[in-house]
């Protein structure tokens, strides 16, 4: 699995106790005191989800991750927050720049389980806009394909739908 996740946290026990959690999963964590560090670490590495705290100096985690989806659309987006901020996580979640939120202390397996969701959405994301753009070329060779050869992007069928080829 090639999956890449950041930790935005300004509190070290946090950093480490997340990354004890997600240590038997097959993943690459990166990690960031702050969000100017996160944002620093998102634009040398390709990151798939941000896990970041609310409350840290300088830029809150709303803040930070609102900066990641302007910055970073693709990039799925998690939010830690303490029972004191969770009206501001409710607020971002609403604004669509969060996919989930847990309050701290969070459980281990939750956290687990919306990772994996987000994985997916990710991919899923991902997939669907490769298949958008074969087809958006395919499109545009077809076109390109009609002017050329005039007629050759239309068929004929017969009344029972069948594709009825020309006689040679």
Known sequence: MDVSILIVDDEPAIISALKRAL???PFEIFTAKNGMEGLEVL???????VIS???????????FLS??????????????????????AM???NRGEIYRFFTKPWNDVELKLAIR?????????AENTRL???IKRQSCELE????????????????????????M
């Open 23 to 25: 240590i038997e999963e």
């Open 43 to 49: 634009n040398a590495n390709k990151i798939k989800i």
């Open 53 to 63: 705290d609310e409350k840290m100096p300088g830029m809150t985690g709303s803040e």
């Open 67 to 88: 900066r990641v989806k302007e910055l970073f659309p693709e990039t799925i987006r998690i939010m830690l927050t303490g029972a004191a901020s969770i009206e501001s």
């Open 91 to 93: 607020k971002a979640v």
């Open 117 to 125: 969701s987000a994985i997916e959405k990710y991919d899923l994301e």
């Open 132 to 134: 958008l753009d074969t």
């Open 144 to 167: 390109q394909l009609e002017k050329l050869y005039p007629g050759i992007a239309s068929l004929d069928k017969d009344e029972d739908g069948n594709l009825v080829l020309p006689d």
